[in-house]
């Protein structure tokens, strides 16, 4: 009787661990899903993936990949996402701001709510 309980719990955690974490930023313009595949606890992480869709547009939507940002080099503390789409650069910090870049310079600022 306790196998068929554990089983299914094993299978169970199994599942979770590998559908990613899902976060979702709302800001005046645009909605955006970002998903990490690294184990929880993780500070630094190189697969993270972005979807943004215009807010009332649902077929204008950008997929990119991306990794964490932290400060000190990876060593310190989490402070939130980047991802680059050919010369444009677009990060997405903690505090609920996304931030577009285009060769270093500042295109686009909005500070939304985390869902």
């Known amino acids: 009787m306790k196998r068929l309980f554990l089983i299914p719990t094993l ?6 661990a590998h559908a990613g974490n ?22 630094t992480c190189s697969k993270v993936d972005y979807v943004g869709t215009r807010n009332g547009k649902p077929s204008d939507r950008i997929k990119l990949k991306g990794r964490t940002l932290t400060l000190a080099n990876g060593q310190g503390r989490f402070i939130g996402y980047e991802f680059k789409n050919g010369a444009y650069l677009y990060k997405v910090l903690e505090e609920g701001q996304l931030q577009i ?3 270093g310079k500042l295109l686009q600022r909005e500070t939304g709510v985390w869902k």
């Open 11 to 16: 299978f169970g955690l199994a599942s979770i």
């Open 22 to 43: 899902v976060q979702t930023l709302v800001t005046k313009t645009f909605t955006i899903d970002i998903t990490t595949h690294c184990e929880e606890g993780e500070v």
């Open 101 to 103: 870049f285009k060769g």
